[in-house]
């Protein structure tokens, strides 16, 4: 096994054997998922410590289950109910928390970077569940096991990320994941919610969803971040639909075969019509959800298998 990383903070970090290591171990988690018997021991007698500083419902549930189905104690902390909305710094946290001697600790954080100073503050491995616009490198992980799995490879594709680029930290990690299997990449969106320093990431960049989703294989449609949004982005969500929200009609200029992701949660008629999310030929959002947990099983699996080696 390649992977020799002590946390999982970012895509940045990894190189493309680290991917394919990690997608491969998470094949086999999709079986045990699959079968009858879905429990394993790997993180039998481990603490995994999850802390969500951002509201979640779907990344919080997996890793859960994730963290469960491998055996580990697993213990959620209500951060909106906790010490921090008395005073307490993000570094005393950590230092309360190293002191419990968790094995694993899973993080969500509204500010960029915040993960990483966790991760220098404990002795545990640290997994990040999203920071700020930063990154969220396990919805990446698990959206490239997703194409794989749809397309049989994950290599020299052409795929559509469309929507709120700007504010989207999925939009990131899936940038520099695809970027480093050698992809080609295109992002379609109003201008207003591209990032002004878009060029530096060996992109496409398109206003036009007719245009953008020309012949690609893959479309992947992203929320719009209200709760991160201080202005007029868009004119309207009517107006926003109308030009970029994806249709049967944007979507019959992809491939025949073009596949459709949302990382979720999805404003139907917003963001994409509902029909299409439902369109069990063209949508694989749901196997997204699957793929979730066995790429955070994965994921904590080799994190483990390394924290106990170097503590060994």
Same mark, same amino acid.
């Given at each position: 096994? &390649?992977?020799?990383?002590?946390?999982?903070?970012?895509?940045?970090?990894?190189?493309?054997?680290?991917?394919?290591?990690?997608?491969?171990?998470?094949?086999?988690?999709?079986?045990?998922?699959?079968?009858?018997?879905?429990?394993?021991?790997?993180?039998?007698?481990?603490?995994?410590?999850?802390?969500?500083?951002?509201?979640?419902?779907? &990344?919080?549930?997996?890793?859960?289950?994730?963290?469960?189905?491998?055996?580990?104690?697993?213990?959620?902390?209500?951060?909106?109910?906790?010490?921090?909305?008395?005073?307490?710094?993000?570094?005393?946290?950590?230092? &309360?928390?190293?002191?419990?001697?968790?094995?694993?600790?899973?993080?969500?954080?509204?500010?960029?970077?915040?993960?990483?100073?966790?991760?220098?503050?404990?002795?545990?491995?640290?997994?990040?569940?999203?920071?700020?616009?930063?990154?969220?490198?396990?919805?990446?992980?698990?959206?490239?096991?997703?194409?794989?799995?749809?397309?049989?490879?994950?290599?020299?594709?052409?795929?559509?990320?469309?929507?709120?680029?700007?504010?989207?930290?999925?939009?990131?990690?899936?940038?520099?994941?695809?970027?480093?299997?050698?992809?080609?990449?295109?992002?379609?969106?109003?201008?207003?919610?591209?990032?002004?320093?878009?060029?530096?990431?060996?992109?496409?960049?398109?206003?036009?969803?007719?245009?953008?989703?020309?012949?690609?294989?893959?479309?992947?449609?992203?929320?719009?971040?209200?709760?991160?949004?201080?202005?007029?982005?868009?004119?309207?969500?009517?107006?926003?639909?109308?030009?970029?929200?994806?249709?049967?009609?944007?979507?019959?200029?992809?491939?025949?075969?073009?596949?459709?992701?949302?990382?979720?949660?999805?404003?139907?008629?917003?963001?994409?019509?509902?029909?299409?999310?439902?369109?069990?030929?063209?949508?694989?959002?749901?196997?997204?959800?699957?793929?979730?947990?066995?790429?955070?099983?994965?994921?904590?699996?080799?994190?483990?298998?390394?924290?106990?080696?170097?503590?060994?």
């Amino acid at each position: 096994m &390649t992977f020799l990383h002590r946390h999982l903070l970012g895509i940045e970090q990894l190189r493309p054997d680290d991917i394919t290591a990690l997608l491969d171990l998470a094949e086999e988690y999709v079986s045990l998922n699959r079968g009858g018997h879905k429990h394993s021991d790997v993180l039998a007698g481990l603490t995994q410590i999850n802390m969500f500083f951002e509201n979640s419902t779907r &990344t919080q549930a997996s890793f859960e289950l994730a963290g469960k189905r491998l055996g580990a104690d697993v213990m959620n902390m209500a951060m909106q109910a906790s010490s921090v909305k008395k005073g307490e710094t993000l570094i005393d946290t950590a230092l &309360t928390l190293n002191a419990m001697h968790p094995d694993l600790l899973v993080v969500r954080h509204p500010h960029s970077g915040a993960v990483d100073l966790l991760a220098q503050k404990v002795n545990c491995a640290v997994l990040n569940a999203g920071d700020g616009r930063h990154e969220h490198p396990t919805q990446a992980l698990l959206d490239a096991l997703t194409i794989r799995r749809a397309k049989g490879r994950l290599h020299r594709l052409s795929i559509a990320i469309c929507g709120d680029i700007a504010h989207s930290r999925v939009a990131r990690s899936n940038i520099i994941l695809l970027g480093k299997m050698e992809n080609r990449i295109k992002l379609i969106g109003p201008p207003t919610l591209m990032p002004s320093e878009i060029e530096h990431f060996g992109v496409e960049v398109y206003d036009d969803m007719n245009e953008g989703l020309k012949d690609v294989d893959v479309v992947m449609m992203l929320r719009l971040q209200k709760e991160r949004m201080d202005g007029g982005f868009i004119p309207s969500e009517r107006e926003y639909y109308h030009r970029y929200g994806l249709d049967a009609e944007k979507l019959a200029h992809a491939k025949d075969d073009a596949i459709v992701m949302h990382p979720g949660p999805m404003n139907r008629g917003v963001e994409i019509d509902g029909d299409i999310a439902d369109d069990i030929n063209r949508s694989v959002i749901q196997e997204q959800v699957e793929m979730g947990v066995a790429v955070r099983m994965a994921a904590m699996d080799l994190l483990a298998r390394n924290h106990k080696a170097q503590t060994a």
